[in-house]
């Protein structure tokens, strides 16, 4: 990843199961004010349905602050923070016309593309660790296994041993 994907990776997190990127960040990253990128997306409402971008709870800033992806409440400067899906982010390049505001949408885009790889390649990860955890369980449980069978056969042999070792009773010849 190169120096401006890893910027905008960063800013991108996860709300409601979904990555986004706060309107705030988005701003920072097209070099305008959070209130022009606002007053855009506003003026074109019925470009952005609900699963393209989204107001924030109080409870969603909230755990925000507490896992200091944010500063504090103020870092929004009293206004309620929109979330960008992908979806989101690629209707904006309709909505900002400048040269930058296309530049960044893409190099936006191709992070986007580049995290979902690595949630997958990290989901492929995931399933082959379980599976050799689960080999692994089975393996041990097989030893587990071989070691009962061994402690049998060994206090069989024991017992046999005893019995032909044990004092006889009853008539006996003297070999003498």
Not at 21 to 27: G, N, Q
Not at 83 to 104: D, H, P
């Amino acid at each position: 990843m190169i120096l401006r994907e890893a910027i905008i990776a960063s800013k991108i997190i996860t709300i409601r199961d979904e990555k986004v990127i706060l309107d705030v960040h988005l701003a920072e990253l097209y070099e305008v004010e959070t209130r022009v990128l606002k007053q855009a997306v506003r003026r074109n409402k019925d470009r952005f349905p609900y699963d393209f971008m989204y107001e924030l709870t109080d409870a969603e800033i909230d755990e925000m602050v507490s896992q200091n992806v944010i500063p504090s409440k103020r870092h929004f400067g009293g206004a309620v923070p929109f979330a960008f899906t992908e979806n989101g982010v690629a209707m904006l390049s309709s909505v900002l016309n400048s040269k930058k505001a296309i530049e960044v949408n893409i190099s936006i885009m191709r992070t986007f593309t580049i995290l979902r790889k690595m949630i997958l390649l990290n989901k492929d990860i995931m399933e082959e660790i379980n599976k050799i955890r689960k080999q692994m369980q089975e393996q041990g449980h097989n030893i587990m296994l071989i070691f009962q069978y061994l402690k049998q056969f060994e206090e069989s042999k024991q017992q046999k041993t005893e019995q032909e070792n044990r004092k006889r009773i009853g008539f006996k010849t003297d070999p003498n």
